[in-house]
């Protein structure tokens, strides 16, 4: 099976744009979940989509959104892009429905840059 | 907000040699797991345990739970070179729930193995 696949792999943004990543879940996986990484914060969670409905969500400015396509795809986009958004964006992917947490499958990110 | 703290902070060890991070977390929860970051990469999930579980061993890992001192373990035994990597570990927050795909995560352990 193909892994999470995130694109773009690095993106470089001026203050003030806006920008799209985008996540392809292993096939069959349809719960998506967000991360934003850090060095001062760490791993931080954005927000979870599951059979397109946000299920879950972070203490994020309405800046970050998010959305989910029928075929478990999932875009999160940030926008008036500000300093402290350059990071590594995670994105990871699981089976879901309503078992608790369960082990998620993670892409190799999208490192923003803002200048 | 981390839910927990990784200690050490930092960990540099020889090739054969074991290593144990440590892991303490703030609140009640369903199951707590290991995941392992190599640089600009994503993460690699290594291990789950549940709240009800105090052990669990996978090939050279071996992870305890105690959830009276809200605190775990890591121990990778006979390290190699490609152990070098930095290991957090991750809870669903909120016990008796599900918390729909949002994991906290600690804030790290850096390990490095020489070979």
């Known amino acids: 099976k193909a892994g999470v696949t995130q694109t773009p792999r690095y993106l470089i943004k001026t203050r003030g744009q806006q920008v799209t990543l985008s996540c392809s879940p292993i096939?069959?996986?349809?719960?998506v979940s967000w991360y934003q990484q850090t060095p001062g914060q760490g791993l931080q969670f954005l927000f979870e989509y599951f059979s397109e409905t946000q299920r879950n969500k972070g203490n994020f400015p309405g800046r970050f959104s998010g959305r989910q396509f029928s075929n478990s795809r999932s875009e999160m986009n940030v926008s008036t892009l500000e300093l402290g958004d350059s990071a590594l964006y995670l994105c990871a992917s699981s089976p879901g429905g309503t078992m608790g947490n369960q082990p998620q499958h993670f892409g190799d990110g999208t490192r923003l840059s803002i200048l | 907000s981390q839910q927990g703290e990784e200690d050490p902070q930092a960990l540099s060890i020889q090739e054969g040699e074991n290593a144990t991070m440590n892991c303490s977390y703030k609140?009640?929860?369903?199951?707590l797991q290991w995941y392992r970051q190599n640089s600009g990469r994503g993460l690699v999930h290594l291990i789950l345990?549940?709240?009800?579980?105090r052990e669990k061993h996978s090939g050279r890992l071996r992870v305890t739970l105690d959830t009276s001192k809200k605190s775990s373990s890591l121990l990778i035994t006979a390290s190699r070179a490609a152990d070098t990597a930095s290991y957090f570990c991750a809870t669903d927050a909120e016990a008796g729930g599900t918390s729909y795909g949002k994991l906290t995560f600690g804030q790290g352990t850096i390990l490095t193995v020489h070979p």
């Open positions: 609140t009640s929860i369903n199951n």
């Open positions: 345990i549940r709240s009800n579980e």
């Open positions: 096939s069959g996986h349809r719960s």
